[in-house]
């Protein structure tokens, strides 16, 4: 069945950024009818910035699409979904307060052919059919946002293909339905297949994606580095292709002989989050969270520290343990936080960087209740001239600073704190090489400090050199743990995509 | 294999009338009215059919747009100074030209009304300025354009056509309980229960309250909702205007529809619209509007002045969202 039709949907050259940052380089791709294709890659490979560019969501900066081998330019979802093509996201985009039945047709309500008002009873019969072909059985009446994350999932894919989607992209869809309803779903899709549709699927679980899909295109950094490949291809053959990238400048971790236990993390679970989860953390030691989007490690960091509840198990602090409802708490225990997203968690962007600096500990800098301006501003400088932050002055607000100076501020406002334990997410994302190996620094030195650090991190390379131990997390559970030299990029691919290297055979 | 769940049921779509919400309103109307007998019995006498049937429907009708918006996560602070202004601006129309056609007086104060909230609605919907601060200058704003357009003078009812002042003295029928005023009601309650529940613009406001983000995504026409909620609050604002004139026999900048947008919001929030969006429904608003007519008749029996009214409606709008509040983040928590 090799291509004797044309692709409905062509790639040509694309190219895409974000803050002047590449995440898409030189991309082609092609989606062709009745084909499956699986599209792979770790974190921030670029698999759902390709997705949300066919779908119309993001412009590419640079590079052609052709619908039907005329050019196109989608630059909005609408104009996607007017030529059906549709993207379902791993987080279902839902309206909680409609009924499933309305949720499906919420685009196009279907009307009266003579007085034009809203059909409710042609909604409920076609609902009731579409949701007996998914093989679901729901009460259509009731709100969705009485479902569960799956169901809200189904509902998004029966409004998908309820209009008929020739091309369909499924990104990551499958992160929270059990194995029933992914059989379910992969019936769904073969179906459509069959029909003619052209289907890219974003996934995780390899053994999963290889099982229902005709090709498989492997993204790495940005770029292409196997296209269209059998997805027979031996496991370890695609995991190579996913991590195997040249190691160059890469910082190098001075070895700290880890001392008592700072953190101690014993069975905690949070429902649909994670489960049984035990680590520690040590003095003078980097721990990091590995794993793919969606494995749990930000959910268990929010609960550390107190923004997310959890369910069971303790979390103890230099052996007592301690009781984390709020951040507060956690500030109070010297335990601190830095998100992901610095924009919407870290900073506030239209503040100065000396305001910024100040916010985490104003109450040190308080004399009578009133700040001094005088601490403040011998705070900032001194963190400034620490972290090598460049600026024009420290009135400036911070959201004209570049994105690795804004992360060496947060960084700063933690340390600000002295902080005993610091969990830090993904502490490089969007930041350029030269400023990356200065917050390498950072945490070196902060190690060598005596603090105890627990890092969440999707970039394999970053995590080979930090660590010095890695937990590796699959579906919201602890899948491997590896130290010295086990830590290795296909070792931990192998954990994060849910199988141990042993099983795999062919 | 169909669901027989699902087939069984013809009244598949209908909307639950009556609700806990509604029947909590009406529980509230009884309460109040009982508590009030307790102390002046001629409660009963005031509350005759034909005051309750006065005083509540000009805000039973704002409060059909208003709840539109407020499905919506948005508001509309302006809509008291609107009814002023579109009712002024007709009512110097019907003095200066004796015997303008009452009708065409009504159609234009509709007209009038719409056009400031269309302008309210296309500042919301293309420069994406928050709806409270815009409607908020509006409120001033439009208030300020009636001083301005009345100068000095007032519209009395002299001036008013017999037609416009008897919409609220007579009715269709013999007896004159049910005025022209309440047949108003009737007729824009079943419009905006079929815009609501019946069409594509109408599903298209809970949708877009629902999940602003998503209904994006989706591809709902958004800017066209927000231009539809507000220039359709504005049409009823302005023919609030009318009913006022012919309800009070005078129009007055200093007076008319102060506070109005206080007591609509009221009667959304009371009625069971949620502030947080994509929710409520129609028959909830109005038995809300009814209840803060009982309030109003129940203060004048009591003999408490008519000051202590903005201090309960705000004690009311307080009450209900934290008792909503309450509840929703008990629901999400089961």
């Known amino acids: 069945?090799?291509?004797?039709?044309?692709?409905?949907?062509?790639?040509?050259?694309?190219?895409?950024?974000?803050?002047?940052?590449?995440?898409?380089?030189?991309?082609?791709?092609?989606?062709?009818?009745?084909?499956?294709h699986a599209l792979i890659g770790e974190n921030g490979a670029g698999k759902s910035t390709l997705a949300k560019i066919i779908g119309g969501i993001h412009q590419p900066k640079k590079g052609e699409i052709f619908l039907d081998g005329k050019p196109v330019k989608f630059t909005n979802p609408q104009q996607a979904i007017k030529n059906k093509i549709a993207?379902?996201?791993?987080?279902?985009?839902?309206?909680?307060?409609?009924?499933?039945?309305?949720?499906?047709?919420?685009?196009?309500?279907?009307?009266?052919?003579?007085?034009?008002?809203?059909?409710?009873?042609?909604?409920?019969?076609?609902?009731s059919e579409l949701f007996s072909s998914l093989n679901q059985e729901f009460d259509l009446r009731k709100k969705v946002g009485k479902l569960s994350i799956a169901d809200r999932q189904m509902v998004d894919i029966a409004n998908a293909l309820s209009q008929g989607a020739r091309v369909l992209l499924m990104d990551e869809v499958t992160a929270s339905l059990t194995?029933?309803?992914?059989e379910s779903l992969f019936k769904i899709i073969r179906d459509l297949k069959a029909k003619g549709s052209g289907i890219v699927f974003i996934g995780h679980r390899l053994e999963e994606v290889c099982s229902v899909a005709d090709k498989v295109t492997i993204l790495r950094d940005g770029e292409l580095v196997a296209n269209r490949i059998p997805p027979d291809t031996k496991m370890d053959k695609i995991i190579y292709f996913m991590v195997g990238r040249e190691?160059?400048?890469l910082f190098i971790k001075t070895k700290h002989k880890p001392g008592k236990v700072l953190l101690q993390v014993n069975d905690l679970c949070s429902k649909d989050r994670f489960q049984h989860i035990s680590f520690e953390v040590r003095e003078k030691e980097i721990v990091c969270l590995a794993g793919l989007v969606g494995s749990g490690r930000t959910e268990i960091a929010e609960s550390i520290y107190g923004i997310q509840p959890f369910d069971s198990g303790t979390i103890e602090l230099e052996g007592k343990k301690i009781n984390i409802r709020t951040p507060q708490d956690a500030i109070k225990h010297e335990v601190y936080y830095l998100p992901e997203d610095r924009q919407a968690h870290g900073l506030l962007m239209d503040w100065s960087i000396l305001n910024n600096l100040s916010l985490s500990i104003i109450g040190l800098l308080a004399k009578l209740g009133f700040i001094s301006a005088k601490r403040e501003n011998a705070l900032a400088d001194e963190y400034i001239s620490k972290m090598k932050i460049t600026y024009r002055t420290v009135s400036q607000p911070v959201r004209f600073l570049s994105g690795g100076n804004q992360q060496k501020i947060v960084i700063s406002k933690c340390l600000s704190t002295k902080p005993k334990v610091m969990i830090l997410d993904e502490p490089t994302r969007g930041i350029d090489v030269s400023i990356k190996a200065e917050v390498h620094q950072m945490m070196n030195d902060l190690c060598e400090s005596g603090v105890g650090i627990l890092m969440i991190s999707s970039d394999l390379p970053e995590v080979v050199a930090m660590s010095d131990r890695v937990i590796v997390m699959h579906e919201g559970s602890i899948t491997g743990e590896f130290q010295g030299t086990d830590i290795t990029p296909e070792n931990i691919m192998f954990a994060a995509v849910g199988q141990y290297k042993e099983k795999i055979t062919c | 294999m169909l669901k027989k769940s699902v087939l069984n049921n013809n009244k598949f779509f209908r909307l639950k009338i009556f609700g806990v919400r509604e029947l909590g309103v009406v529980a509230l109307i009884f309460l109040v009215i009982l508590i009030v007998f307790l102390f002046q019995p001629?409660?009963?006498?005031?509350?005759?059919?034909?005051?309750?049937?006065?005083?509540?429907?000009?805000?039973?009708?704002?409060?059909?747009?208003?709840?539109?918006?407020?499905?919506?996560?948005?508001?509309?602070?302006?809509?008291?100074?609107?009814?002023?202004?579109?009712?002024?601006?007709?009512?110097?129309?019907?003095?200066?030209?004796?015997?303008?056609?009452?009708?065409?007086g009504i159609g234009l104060a509709m007209l009038i009304g719409m056009g400031l909230g269309l302008f309210n609605g296309s500042i919301i919907a293309y420069l994406k300025i928050p709806p409270i601060v815009v409607t908020l200058a509006g409120l001033t704003a439009y208030r300020g354009m009636a001083f301005l357009l009345a100068n000095g003078s007032q519209i009395s009812a002299?001036?008013?056509?017999?037609?416009i002042l008897d919409i609220s003295r007579i009715g269709p029928f013999n007896q004159n309980t049910i005025t022209y005023l309440f047949i108003f009601i009737i007729i824009f309650g079943l419009i905006t229960y079929v815009i609501l529940n019946n069409t594509r613009i109408g599903r298209n406001i809970y949708v877009y309250g629902s999940n602003p983000d998503a209904a994006l995504v989706r591809g709902l026409p958004i800017k066209k909702i927000i231009l539809f909620i507000y220039g359709y609050t504005g049409a009823l604002a302005g023919l609030a205007g009318i009913l006022y004139m012919s309800r009070f026999g005078f129009v007055n900048p200093g007076q008319t529809g102060i506070n109005f947008e206080i007591i609509t919001i009221?009667?959304?929030?009371?009625?069971?619209?949620?502030?947080?969006?994509?929710?409520?429904?129609?028959?909830?608003?109005?038995?809300?509007?009814?209840?803060?007519?009982?309030?109003?008749?129940?203060?004048?029996?009591?003999?408490?002045?008519?000051?202590?009214?903005?201090?309960?409606?705000?004690?009311?709008?307080?009450?209900t969202v934290t008792v909503d509040t309450i509840i929703k983040k008990f629901e999400d928590s089961r």
């Not at chain 2, 002299?158 to 037609?163: A, E, K």
Request: overall charge negative.
């Open chain 1, 1 to 36: 069945m090799e291509n004797t039709k044309n692709p409905i949907i062509q790639l040509n050259k694309i190219w895409m950024a974000f803050n002047g940052v590449y995440v898409l380089k030189d991309i082609d791709f092609e989606i062709y009818p009745g084909e499956i």
């Open chain 1, 87 to 127: 993207v379902i996201n791993q987080e279902p985009q839902v309206f909680p307060d409609l009924s499933i039945a309305e949720s499906v047709f919420v685009n196009r309500l279907p009307g009266n052919r003579i007085t034009g008002l809203v059909d409710w009873k042609k909604i409920s019969q076609e609902a």
């Open chain 1, 179 to 182: 194995s029933n309803e992914v």
């Open chain 1, 247 to 249: 190691v160059k400048n």
């Open chain 2, 42 to 104: 001629q409660i009963v006498s005031q509350m005759s059919i034909r005051n309750m049937l006065q005083w509540f429907p000009i805000i039973a009708l704002v409060a059909m747009g208003e709840m539109m918006i407020i499905i919506t996560r948005g508001i509309d602070v302006s809509v008291g100074s609107n009814l002023c202004f579109s009712g002024l601006a007709v009512g110097l129309i019907f003095r200066d030209n004796p015997g303008f056609n009452p009708i065409l």
């Open chain 2, 158 to 163: 002299n001036q008013i056509p017999t037609t």
């Open chain 2, 266 to 319: 009221t009667a959304v929030v009371l009625g069971g619209v949620s502030v947080y969006g994509g929710s409520g429904n129609i028959i909830g608003v109005l038995l809300a509007a009814f209840f803060l007519g009982v309030i109003n008749i129940s203060l004048s029996t009591v003999g408490l002045p008519h000051l202590w009214e903005d201090a309960i409606y705000g004690f009311i709008i307080l009450a």
